[in-house]
T-cell receptor, first 111, second 114 residues
Framework: GESVGLHLPTLSVQEGDNSIINCAYS??????FIWYKQESGKGPQFIID?????DKRQGQRVTVLLNKTVKHLSLQIAATQPGDSAVYFC??????????FGPGTRLSVLP | GAGVSQSPSNKVTEKGKDVELRCDPI?????LYWYRQSLGQGLEFLIY????????KSGLPSDRFSAERTGGSVSTLTIQRTQQEDSAVYLC????????????FGDGTRLSIL
């Protein structure tokens, strides 16, 4: 993930709408990617992962899209609920180095 | 429990004191990681263990920081002569093996240095 400084970008969505959270990574050799959700006072929670031999992977209400050409990852959350409010961040990995974590995006679900 | 357990959950101490943070990984996970998270920042890698060995200590900020893991299970992160800039949330994660495996995190220890 890339560092974007001290201020977390925030995404506000209406309850029931779909959310799209984006992440850029810098290492073109990265071959494994994870999305995490972190609620206040809690540790990061694994949501979904994807390997570089795939472009898309779906879970329950979540979809991850990987565009290796532009080194971009996105997380789509369908029918966003109040419980989805949290900070979401991506992590990328390539063999021989540790995971690199982005600073995250704060998702705020409006009633 | 089935998850990664960290203790204490909160620690407040005076500048100059030593602190010890504990991590109990998921049973059977051979890889264990320590990270530091400051307000609004991404996770800062500190050190990881494969079994009891620490192949990568490159993230430790200074020689005041050390970590050990015994029996391939519990790990402790020790910070000596704490400074105010050490205040952060210290997170531990474990995975089945090192490399391209999902890391599962504990809820962290929130460390405050007065």
């Amino acid at each position: 993930g890339e560092s974007v400084g001290l201020h977390l970008p925030t995404l506000s969505v209406q309850e029931g709408d779909n959310s799209i959270i984006n992440c850029a990574y810098s290492n073109s050799a990265s071959d494994y990617f994870i999305w995490y959700k972190q609620e206040s006072g809690k540790g990061p929670q694994f949501i979904i992962d994807i390997r570089s031999n795939m472009d898309k992977r779906q879970g329950q209400r979540v979809t991850v899209l990987l565009n290796k050409t532009v080194k971009h990852l996105s997380l789509q959350i369908a029918a966003t609920q109040p419980g989805d409010s949290a900070v979401y961040f991506c992590a990328d990995y390539n063999y021989g180095q540790n995971f690199v974590f982005g600073p995250g995006t704060r998702l705020s679900v409006l009633p | 429990g089935a998850g990664v357990s960290q203790s204490p959950s909160n620690k407040v101490t005076e500048k100059g004191k030593d602190v010890e943070l504990r991590c109990d990984p998921i049973s059977g996970h051979t890889a264990l990681y320590w990270y530091r998270q400051s307000l609004g920042q991404g996770l800062e890698f500190l050190i990881y263990f494969q079994g009891n060995s620490a192949p990568d200590k490159s993230g430790l900020p200074s020689d005041r920081f050390s970590a050990e893991r015994t029996g391939g299970s519990v790990s402790t992160l020790t910070i000596q002569r704490t400074q105010q800039e050490d205040s952060a949330v210290y997170l531990c994660a474990s995975s089945l093996d090192s490399g391209n495996q999902p890391q599962h995190f504990g809820d962290g220890t929130r460390l405050s240095i007065l």
